[in-house]
């Protein structure tokens, strides 16, 4: 009697950002014993923490963003699927994913790391006028858009008020908009100096807002602190407990310690919360899961949702106490879900309930200057910028895209200059155009 094989564990990830990635590369280890599909909406792999060093014209996207496929060429038990999943049926074990046609997709165990987007704390028409920095097409509309007001500010008439062409603010005093207001600053007073006749780059104002006491809040004070004077040195104007309370393509209010304000500026970035994929709605109606305000599923010990072994939730859709939304805390769930995975196909017992272990923080601040907390080791300066660019050179992905990300750095330390500076003629036209005249007021 001919026994008939087993057939492979269909396991399927939703998203290709760090956690399911890593899901995916781990459990493919487990070669025919598996049939993986990745289903993402974008062909690439984000490395989320350099974005900003895209928008403000340092690297190129190809240098953060890989292609998916070119990650499991030699692993034909992994399917990489281009579209976006639209709905999850978790009764029939069932994901639809959409690119130009549903299709749908049987799982065994579904891994869903569908990743986070912007929140406007309720106010999503803000989005236009205010864009935020998670994607590479957000880093590339950033990048048009700042040097774009640049070139506007030169074609102005000679007694034209270029002050609201030059003013950029950035609400959100975390890692990305610590980072990006330094980059900011950088372009104005050295990348972009002396390359205008009508105006001097350094009289740009950049401004760093948010509702909260302090900048990087999630980092010790000393090392607050020595951030905050180290901007301020750069020339950013830090507002702290200040708060938007409306956004439009002129400009921005604001409510802070002296009562109401009004910034002109033509250059608006969002950098103040996240909120998970709707997906994360659509699996909570379905079975009952919590999720907080941002959104995030409550999961269980291990990273599955209450009653339902096969369905995991990671990264940015799972809300764990004491966890923050950071990469290495992506990366680690994801690595934890494969391994419960790989222990149930073959019958061995589950590890042990999922435990975050932080291994420090970091930001960069300016050009090569940065803080970091590793272990409770507190470090500033060019020291902290070293460790951080050692961290990330081993993070990204491909040896090529490290090689070529070292050389661009050096480049910028010795030449003061940019590489990518490219402003799409649209995003010229738009802001020639004023954009959409929006008020929005609370």
């Known amino acids: 009697m001919t026994v008939a094989p087993q057939a492979p564990h269909r396991v399927v990830v939703v998203g290709g950002g760090f956690a399911g990635l890593r899901v995916a590369q781990r459990v493919a280890r487990e070669g025919d014993r598996v049939q993986v599909t990745l289903i993402d909406r974008t062909n690439h792999h984000v490395f989320q923490p350099l974005l900003y060093q895209v928008a403000t014209g340092i690297l ?33 074990r069932v994901v639809t994913a959409r690119d130009g046609v549903d299709v749908p997709f049987a799982y065994d165990t579904l ?34 858009r700042v040097l774009g007001a640049y070139e506007v500010a030169e074609l102005l ?12 603010v950035v609400v959100g005093a975390g890692p990305t908009g610590v980072e990006l207001c330094g980059q900011f600053a950088f372009l104005a007073q050295h990348t972009l100096a002396g390359q205008f006749r009508r105006f001097q780059s350094r009289d740009a104002r950049v401004v760093l807002l948010d509702a909260g006491p302090a900048v990087l809040p999630e980092f010790r004070p ?15 104007e830090i507002r702290l ?31 103040a919360g996240v909120r998970a994929s709707p997906l994360a709605a659509q699996l909570a109606e379905q079975t009952g ?20 072994p096969e369905l995991f939730a990671v990264g940015d859709l799972a809300a764990v106490p004491g966890v923050p939304g950071v990469a290495q805390a992506a990366l680690q769930e994801g690595s934890y879900a494969a391994a419960v995975i790989r222990a149930r196909l073959h019958g061995h017992r589950a590890p ?10 970091m930001a960069v601040v300016g050009r090569s200057w940065a803080v970091a907390d590793i272990k409770g080791i507190p470090l500033a300066g060019r020291a902290a910028w070293m460790v951080w660019a050692v961290v990330h050179i081993t993070f990204l992905v491909g040896w090529q895209n490290r090689l070529e990300t070292v050389r661009r750095w050096l480049w910028d330390l010795i030449s003061l200059n940019r590489h990518e500076r490219l402003v799409s ?18």
């Open 60 to 92: 190129s996207p190809g240098q953060i963003a890989p292609a998916l496929r070119t990650l499991f060429v030699r692993r034909p038990n992994v399917r990489v699927v281009l579209g976006e999943v639209t709905g999850i049926d978790v009764a029939g």
């Open 352 to 361: 042990s309930p999922f435990r975050y272990r932080d291994k420090g923080s």
């Open 111 to 144: 891994v869903v790391a569908a990743g986070a987007g912007q929140s406007y704390f309720g106010h999503d028409e803000w989005h236009d006028a205010a864009p935020g920095l998670k994607t590479i097409e957000d880093a590339e509309h950033i990048r048009s």
């Open 425 to 442: 003629t649209d995003e010229l036209t738009s802001e020639l155009s004023g954009g959409s005249d929006r008020s929005v007021h609370e």
């Open 157 to 168: 008439p000679p007694e034209a008020d270029r002050s609201a062409w030059l003013t950029f």
């Open 289 to 308: 899961t919590a999720a907080d305000r941002a959104g995030r599923l409550a999961v269980g010990g291990d990273l599955t949702l209450p009653g339902h």
């Open 222 to 236: 000393r090392l607050q602190q020595r951030a905050a004077r180290e901007l301020e040195r750069m020339g950013v």
């Open 241 to 271: 407990s200040t708060a938007a309370t409306g956004i439009d393509r002129q400009g921005i209010d604001v409510r802070g310690p002296h009562g109401p304000d009004r910034i002109e500026a033509r250059t608006v970035i969002w950098a």
